[in-house]
């Protein structure tokens, strides 16, 4: 099926579209794009894993699971604002 050439157009100016930054830059390396959510990760877990290392269990369990959760609200949001629509799969996650 022959499709016109502005629709051929649309079609991959749309695909970019959704693989573009806030900024309109075009994405090639999903890595990249994902590296403050490993960074924030990384922090959290090794912020932890100090605490752990230098008070007892129960201040432990409180202020990683202050940690923990922070991160998780803060992965969701950072994740959530390169989604092209509203409703994800992993909205309907966070919400669980």
């Known amino acids: 099926m022959q499709y016109p050439a502005s629709m051929l157009e649309n079609r991959i100016l749309e695909s970019k579209r959704l693989a573009a930054w806030p900024g309109g830059k075009v994405s090639r390396l999903p890595v990249i794009r994902r590296l403050p959510s490993l960074l924030l990760h990384t922090l959290v877990v090794g912020s932890v894993i100090l605490i752990w290392a230098c008070f007892s269990p ?10 923990v959760a922070a991160g ?17 799969p992993l909205s309907f996650y966070f919400l669980w």
């Open 58 to 67: 129960g201040t432990t369990l409180f202020w990683g699971g202050i940690l």
């Open 72 to 88: 998780y609200v803060s992965i969701g949001v950072i994740e959530a604002r390169y989604s092209p629509i509203l409703i994800t």
